[in-house]
């Protein structure tokens, strides 16, 4: 018995506003298996910009010719369990996310993982 008659339903809340399904689940995780080893996650604003800018001089100033994949699909940056963008992943591992970083700090992130 409740206290004031009704009682509250709970409501599950999802990342996706609920469009999250097995199939779009299973796509964002192979998605995040394979493509790019480089990508940035982020719905194309202009951090996002920014860190992929960052990113292009830092590959650049490394000699390395690398493809980056601008990931901006909601359910793939959920896969990776990002929740603040930009977020910068090398080799399907999330190396930062949150935050603009700049030319030097990509370099040296890339050195590290690579």
Do not use: W
């Not at 951090?47 to 001089?57: G, I, P, R, S």
Request: glycine share 8%; charged share 25%; net charge neutral.
């Amino acid at each position: 018995m409740s206290l004031f008659g009704k009682k509250k339903e709970e409501t599950a809340s999802c990342c996706c506003a609920g469009s999250c399904d097995a199939e779009s689940m299973e796509k964002a995780e192979s998605a995040k298996a394979d493509g790019a080893s480089v990508k940035i996650l982020g719905s194309g604003c202009t951090k996002c910009n920014q860190l992929e800018a960052a990113t292009k001089a830092a590959l650049e100033q490394l000699g390395m010719d690398t493809m980056i994949d601008h990931v901006s699909d909601f359910s793939q940056i959920a896969a990776y369990g990002v929740m603040s963008t930009p977020a910068l992943v090398v080799d399907g591992k999330v190396v930062s996310y949150g935050k603009v970083l700049k030319t030097e700090e990509v370099i040296k992130i890339l050195q590290k993982v690579r």
